[in-house]
Each structure stands twice: as structure tokens, then as C-alpha cells.
């Protein structure tokens, strides 16, 4: 199993409010986490590195995971607890007031995937396609569930980014558990600056070309930045044991 993660600036943003970070404990085991902070000042970046921090060393200190049920409540205590330290944080003074941030959470045992999300970064299954397995917790959403919209408007409408709960700032929180097997193709986790910057097809051609994973990487962020750049952009790529090219 290997893991790439990469983060960027982008072309307008002062500050990188992403965090993306994985821990990758042997062949056969690592976990994933990414953050796209939101609030004033700093305030973003801070909460997005203190969940990464805490979720990564609650990691780190569990133990052999068992069945799917106890990684399920691993996982969402873990955005749970994660959630708290942020809100605590928040109070402390008027320039963190507000700050939070979106989680998207990978589980790779082996061939076995357990994702758990709020907001809208997204995790994808990139292979012959590019397969969305997260759905944003985002205002047009329900628009487009309940019939109001269309999935074309949704992708131009003005609110388009509003979220519906976030890491931090929400009075109650609901992460999402969505447990799948990937034999094949990698697994991409990202925050909305490189799909708001980046078509499907533009992101499965670039992982589609036949360079060392690493070069395609760096050209997701680079093309990414020429098409786009009005956010931070991060992402990760996990690619199975054995699986490079697509």
C-alpha cells in the first residue's frame, strides 16, 4: 500500500487552511485524514490541524481494529472527540470564534475501505471512472434530492458551498460511515479546491497517464492551479498493494 499526500496554497489564499495528513501503521493498514478549514484569520488552519493532530494520535494509540462494527464507532467517536476539542477551542477568544472545519476519513485495511465525512471534501474510487463515494453535506444537495435543482444547476448554483454541518461549529453532528471493498485503482481524498479547479475528466486523465504515480501527482496539483487555483488544494492518493497504473 502506498500513500501520497499533497498540499497547496493555490493562486488567490494568503493562508492554506488544508490539512492533509495519513499514518500507515504496515503493509496493510493506514489511515487518512483531510481537512479544509473554514473561519477568519487563522482560525481555519488551527482547526484543521487539531483534528488532524487528534485524530491521528487516537489512531496511533488503538489497538488491532475488529469487526466492522467497532470501526464504525472508532471512527465517528473519533470525528466526535475531534469536534469537541475544536469547539472548546473556539470559546477560548474572539479570533477563533467560529472556526471549523470539513473531515474526510480513510480506513485502508488491505482491500477493505471504511470512509467517514462531514462538509464536502469528497473520497473518490478512481479506476475506469471517477467514483464519488461521499456525498456533500451541502445545501444544494437537498436541493437536488428534493427535485428543486438539477445536478447541472447544482454545480453552478451561487450556494453552492454553504454546508450544512462542519467539524466544530455545528450543533449536532452526523458523519457519514460508508464501509466498500477496492480491489483495483486508487482511492482519492480531496478537499473542494481541486474539484472545484478540475473536471472528472480532467482529473481521471492525469491519473490515467503513464508516469511514476508521484509525477502524476504533482501535475494534479500544478493543472489544477492553471485551470483554477481560488482555493487551497489537497488531496491524497492511496493506491492498493500492486495497483499503480489504471
Known amino acids: 500500500m502506498q500513500v501520497i499526500v499533497k498540499s497547496d496554497i ?9 490539512d492533509v495528513r495519513y499514518c500507515q501503521k504496515n503493509d496493510d493498514e493506514c ?26 494520535e487516537n489512531y496511533q494509540n488503538h489497538g488491532v481494529f475488529g469487526d466492522e462494527q467497532e470501526i464504525r464507532e472508532w471512527m465517528l467517536s473519533a470525528i466526535l472527540h475531534a469536534h469537541q476539542r475544536v469547539e472548546m477551542k473556539s470559546h477560548e477568544t474572539q ?9 474526510a476519513l480513510v480506513l485502508c485495511l488491505n482491500h ?18 471517477l467514483k464519488q463515494l461521499t456525498k456533500d453535506d451541502t445545501l444544494v444537495n437537498v436541493l437536488v434530492d428534493s427535485g428543486t435543482i438539477s445536478q447541472a444547476e447544482a454545480k453552478i448554483h451561487p450556494q453552492k458551498n454553504i454546508l450544512l454541518q462542519a467539524v466544530g461549529v455545528s450543533d449536532s453532528l ?34 490515467h497517464l503513464s508516469e511514476d504515480i508521484e509525477s502524476r501527482a504533482c501535475q494534479l496539483i ?15 492518493l492511496i493506491i492498493t498493494k500492486g495497483v499503480v497504473d489504471l
Open 31 to 56: 489511515l487518512v485524514v483531510l481537512c479544509d478549514g473554514m473561519g477568519g484569520h487563522n482560525a481555519g488552519e488551527i482547526a484543521s490541524k487539531m483534528v488532524c493532530d487528534d485524530i491521528i
Open 174 to 207: 452526523n458523519p457519514s460511515f460508508i464501509q466498500t471493498k477496492i480491489d483495483k485503482g486508487i482511492i482519492l481524498v480531496c478537499s473542494d479546491g481541486l474539484y472545484n479547479s478540475l473536471n472528472d475528466e480532467q482529473i481521471l486523465d492525469i491519473l
Open 95 to 103: 479570533e477563533y470564534e467560529g472556526m471549523g472545519t470539513t473531515i
Open 10 to 18: 493555490g493562486r488567490v489564499r494568503k493562508v492554506n487552511q488544508d
Open 112 to 129: 477493505d475501505v471504511y470512509i467517514s465525512h462531514v462538509g464536502d471534501s469528497r473520497v473518490y474510487h478512481v479506476y475506469d471512472e
Open 222 to 236: 500544478d493543472i489544477a492551479n492553471t485551470y483554477g487555483g481560488q482555493d487551497n488544494i489537497s488531496f491524497a
